[in-house]
């Protein structure tokens, strides 16, 4: 079953030396990573809402939050265990949050 982890990190939180890095937890997940990547800024972001017939842009995200997603990883695992798991391990889970989500089944 294919995942979806949201990674999630108040960066105003200032990552201490000494913790696992990203290359290792994606040494410890081939194979079962399919896609990841950083995301941009959320001042780059634009949020799209439409109401009835009118397109309603605005800059930034959705939603004001303490946490914002700066990134994402596509995993496929055997169940949620595994991808609990997966995303327990993710460096980021030490010091913010990995959302999982699971992909809708086809």
Not at 60 to 65: D, K, L, M, N, V
Request: charged share 30%; hydrophobic share 35%.
């Amino acid at each position: 079953m294919k995942y979806m982890l949201l990674i999630c990190a108040d960066p105003s939180l200032e990552v201490t030396g000494g913790e696992p890095t990203i290359e290792q937890w994606l040494e410890e997940v081939e194979g079962r990573r399919l896609d990841g990547s950083q995301l941009r800024s959320r001042r780059d972001a634009t949020t799209v809402r439409t109401r009835g017939d009118e397109v309603l842009l605005s800059d930034g995200p959705f939603a004001e939050t303490k946490e914002h997603i700066v990134g994402y990883d596509v995993v496929e695992c055997a169940d949620l265990d595994e991808a609990i798991l997966v995303a327990s391990r993710h460096p980021v889970a030490r010091y913010g949050a990995v959302e999982i989500r699971p992909f809708w089944d086809e």
